[in-house]
């Protein structure tokens, strides 16, 4: 009976511990750098038709901290340069500047979406094709760099 309850115990023990780890699971397409506050979620570029000279890559950042940061720079192996852009529309015309960064406020989160700021990836390589995942390091003014693996989406 003592081998019984022992196994008992190891039971009770291995299930409180994986309850515990999954307390603190993060969501398949949040990715973290486990040095900042920063949490990167749903990073995605948009597929490209072949021949397309350029496109784009959509993130969220959570600023899980107490300090504010910024977005100051992209890059990524798929295309000759990565820039941070703004999108806006004035009147009937869609205006669309680099940035030199995006600030990620404190206890915020900043999105990177089409109709807004958005990564854009000049000088394509190859084509993006739904399914790939391409690698990006995004660079902030506090947290440094952090990888990240963007999925390639339909374009809708």
Known sequence: MPALA???????STTVLSIALLSFAVPLDAQCDAQSDLRIEHPYAR????GARSGGAYLTIE???????????????VAGEAEVHS??????????????????????????????????LLDLKRPLVPGEAIPL?????????????ARVESSR
């Open 6 to 12: 022992a196994l008992a115990r190891a039971a009770r």
């Open 47 to 50: 597929a490209t038709p072949p």
């Open 63 to 77: 600023n899980r901290g107490g300090t504010a940061d910024r977005l100051i720079h992209v890059a990524t192996p």
């Open 87 to 120: 999108m806006s529309m004035e009147g009937n015309v869609m205006r669309m500047r680099a940035v030199s960064a995006v600030d990620v406020p404190p206890h915020a989160t900043t999105t990177l979406k089409p109709g807004g700021y958005h990564i854009m």
């Open 137 to 149: 390091t995004l660079t902030f003014e506090r947290a440094g760099t952090i990888d990240v693996t």
